[in-house]
């Protein structure tokens, strides 16, 4: 199967059921006001690129450094737009609505696992031909209703095979399923005492504690890491790759810890901690041949003059079946995610007499063009580049 690729220069819109419009979001009147039937009402959602500031600064965007078509950078696996999305609330007098934006959400939920540039897998969304949707944030449940339509004028089209289809649909079901349980109990819980006070006193303290953890109460974080399991379960059984991960927090702060397989039949483990400009990564590869591969990434929010970039540091140690060092790589890059990009690699390897040698490559380097494909060719005006 083809899909196409997605450009930060694709608007994304929220398409299903309505256009524009996610399904419900949490709603709390204005006083003075009448309780309202129900905890979630219906919201207009605004159109969106798929680089979105808010989302680059706090580093949900997951986007390419070097590997561009036409002179922009293409989604990767996990991309979010991110934060404060604007939303307008039907009816619009709603003091949730500060709440909805801070913490709003439309993420890619597939990529093409043997397509790859920067070192991870190529984001896939499209409306038709198959349909592949992006998450659409909502209440009580995210909807799978989101598409960059833009996309559809792309000539880059990545080979999605079918564990990559199946893959996403289960990692949508899961998190549907998830937010099923929870909103259920939510109801259950505000069922005894629905009234406007508690809509405007302990309801929005509520909710605000469970979007800066991740979880309203100890019992919710269980049933989310719970799912979070089960999901990733599901998929490395039935696609060959998967993330079994538990953590606690949001993009504003958090740790998280997960277990991981690729089709390829690593397995490997992987720690991080997100502050609000800067996320650390360490993790650990175990590959089929007995090698493994120990890595500390750190990416890092500043600001040149008035732009926003994002500065990675990688440190990347490989180990031969003996468990002796292979070779210490460095790598370090500054990304606007626009297509600027500067990068140097310093390689260390033992020699045989017991000492180092050290290469290094250059800064600033030009963008490379995209490369090609394992499983599709991108497109006949695009050449082939050395892989990022």
Not at 85 to 98: D, E, F, G, T, V
Not at 124 to 131: D, E, F, N, R, W
Request: contains cysteine; charged residues 15%.
């Amino acid at each position: 199967m083809l899909v196409k690729a997605s450009i930060i220069g694709n608007f994304t819109v929220p398409t299903i059921p309505v256009p524009m419009m996610s399904p419900t979001h949490d709603f709390a009147p204005v006083p003075p006001a009448v309780v309202p039937p129900g905890p979630w009402m219906p919201a207009i959602e605004t159109v969106i690129p798929i680089l979105w500031g808010p989302g680059f600064s706090l580093r949900q965007n997951k986007l390419t450094r070097n590997v561009l078509h036409l002179a922009q950078p293409l989604a990767l696996k996990d991309h979010d737009c991110g934060y404060l999305i604007p939303h307008i609330s039907i009816p619009a007098q709603n003091l949730k609505l500060i709440l909805i934006m801070n913490f709003s959400s439309r993420k890619m939920m597939f990529y093409a696992a043997t397509v790859k540039a920067n070192g991870s897998g190529i984001a896939l969304s499209q409306l038709a031909g198959p349909m592949v949707p992006m998450m659409t944030c909502s209440n009580p449940v995210n909807f799978p209703g989101s598409f960059p339509l833009g996309n559809v004028m792309n000539t880059v089209n990545v080979g999605m095979t079918s564990n990559d289809f199946w893959r996403g649909w289960i990692g949508i079901i899961g998190s549907v399923l998830c937010d099923t349980v929870l909103g259920a109990l939510k109801v259950m819980d505000i069922k005894a005492s629905w009234s406007l006070d508690r809509l405007l006193g302990k309801g929005i303290f509520t909710d605000l504690l469970g979007k800066l953890l991740g979880a309203s109460s100890t019992r919710d974080w269980w049933i989310k890491a719970a799912f979070g399991v089960a999901t990733g379960a599901a998929k490395i059984i039935f696609t060959g790759e998967g993330s079994m991960s538990v953590g606690i927090g949001s993009g504003y702060g958090g740790v998280q810890s997960s277990l991981e397989r690729t089709e390829d039949g690593s397995w490997g483990f992987k720690g991080q901690g997100v502050l609000p400009n800067k996320t650390e990564t360490i993790s650990r590869k175990w590959k089929p041949d007995g090698t493994h591969q120990d890595k500390i990434d750190v990416v890092e929010s500043k600001n040149i003059g008035l732009t926003d970039v994002q500065e990675t540091k990688t440190t990347t140690v490989d180990y031969d079946k003996s468990g002796n060092i292979k070779s210490v790589t460095e790598n370090q890059s500054l990304s606007d995610g626009r297509g600027w990009d500067q990068e140097s690699k310093t390689v260390s390897k033992p020699t045989p007499d017991g000492k180092w040698v050290t290469t290094t490559e250059g800064a600033g380097k030009p963008p490379a063009p995209a490369v090609g494909s394992p499983s599709e060719p991108w497109g006949p005006h695009l050449t082939p580049a050395p892989t990022p």
